[in-house]
């Protein structure tokens, strides 16, 4: 989950004078330009979205920090859930997992020093597929990770079963002059080869692929039955890819430093990825995306502190058009996560916004305003409270990863309207 070349290409410069130096130094490339470490103005020209005199609503939301996780040293870059477990992984190379009962302890902070791998490069994404874990790195790496029961057959749970592009993989392709690309002046790789950091993880649908994007500027798809690299779509921006997002009918978004979200599709007949459409609207770069349940609906967030949403028009050619923008931050944003009608959203400014999508004519409301991390907020995961009770509402808890090195979970209840 890169952003313009960098995690956090966007802070407010006053906040940390050392901020430029130390990001460099984290593995963010030099190339971006000065103007991308300062918040970009928000999207004037577009509607908003925000509907701020539906007090009723916002005022019956509750929202509560039930716990905060310690164990990292370093920055939270990347959460996922998977079963009954929260994975986290951070800037020093770490994968640490929290027992998501554990993590609903609302009267105590939980300490928990679980490292179930450290792997060379920070941990920028984490997807989870059965009994596998797929982790992206700085280093231009996937790495696959298999999740053993606890038993006596295997004491070590997790263990490094792959490293993509595969050794087969790269030595199929070794002697072949076409299957050379230049990623550099005079300098050349295999195409199944990511040669910079790589940014963002996706699963198809059915589980049966795996989409990778990097800073590169490249997204190459994976069969997970053998992890064979099958594609390789180059060049497909013109600076890095930030975001990455599938929906369940085959479109694939990215969004990138070059202010750009782009639609690409397999079209039938086809083997390869083809460009639906260029969607143009930030000012800036795009760092997050998020797809509604049912592709209906896409979020993206950029340096320019506006989320733009976009809804797919009923043509079935899977278009989409701007609807307005989502404004409240006084940063960038840096992640989105999507529950049913709700968006939840992570900042540079430190918090976290939670919008709701009304039903009726599609405005949003702000809900609420979660404060509580004291750096950055990197990293979002949301979903259904377990212990959820049917009645007026819907509980939600929502896992935040920060650059403070904490996470924090929170429990919000929206009432139904």
Not at 41 to 46: E, G, H, K, T
Not at 191 to 216: F, N, P, R
Not at 270 to 278: N, P, R, Y
Not at 280 to 305: E, F, I, T
Request: glycine share 6%; aromatic share 8%.
């Amino acid at each position: 989950m890169g952003l313009l070349h960098c995690p956090l290409p966007c802070h407010l410069q006053e906040e940390n004078q050392s901020f430029d130096t130390h990001t460099l130094q984290s593995g963010y490339s030099s190339s971006s330009s000065s103007s991308s470490l300062t918040s970009q103005q928000s999207l004037q020209s577009l509607p908003s979205l925000s509907q701020s005199q539906q007090f009723d609503l916002q005022n019956s939301v509750h929202s509560q920090c039930i716990s905060t996780l310690k164990g990292h040293t370093s920055y939270v870059f990347s959460l996922v859930l998977c079963g009954k477990h929260l994975y986290s992984g951070s800037y020093n190379n770490e994968i640490r997992v929290w027992p998501r009962e554990l993590t609903a302890n609302h009267q105590n902070p939980i300490e928990n020093k679980n490292i179930v791998a450290v792997s060379n490069g920070a941990v920028k994404s984490l997807v989870a597929l059965g009994d596998k874990l797929f982790s992206a790195h700085q280093d231009n790496k996937i790495r696959v990770w298999k999740i053993h029961d606890n038993n006596e057959n295997h004491p070590q749970r997790y263990q490094c079963i792959k490293t993509l592009p595969t050794m087969n993989d790269r030595f199929l392709r070794l002697f072949f002059t076409k299957n050379y690309v230049e990623v550099r002046r005079n300098k050349s790789c295999t195409w199944v080869h990511h040669v910079d950091t790589v940014s963002a993880l996706a699963l198809s649908g059915d589980g049966s692929h795996l989409y990778s994007a990097s800073w590169d500027r490249t997204f190459k798809v994976w069969r997970t039955s053998d992890f064979k690299c099958l594609e390789s779509v180059t060049k497909a921006h013109d600076d890095a890819i930030n975001a990455l997002t599938l929906s369940k009918d085959g479109y694939v978004y990215t969004g990138s430093a070059d202010k750009t979200i782009k639609v690409w599709k397999i079209n039938q007949g086809e083997k390869k990825h083809s460009l639906v459409a260029t969607l143009q609207k930030h000012k800036s770069a795009v760092n997050a995306l998020a797809l509604s349940s049912d592709g209906s609906v896409l979020y993206s967030g950029a340096c320019d502190r506006s989320i733009v949403v976009w809804e797919r028009e009923a043509d079935g050619a899977g278009n989409m058009v701007v609807v307005g923008a989502l404004r409240g931050h006084s940063n960038a944003i840096l992640c989105l996560a999507v529950v049913f009608d709700v968006l939840f959203s992570g900042s540079a400014d430190k918090t976290i916004r939670v919008w709701k999508r009304s039903s009726v004519d599609k405005s949003y409301t702000c809900l609420a305003v979660l404060e509580g991390h004291m750096k950055p907020v990197k990293c979002l995961t949301a979903t259904i409270d377990p212990n959820n009770s049917p009645g007026s509402g819907t509980s939600f808890i929502v896992y935040s990863g920060s650059l403070d090195c904490d996470i924090k979970v929170w429990r919000i209840w929206v009432p139904f309207q």
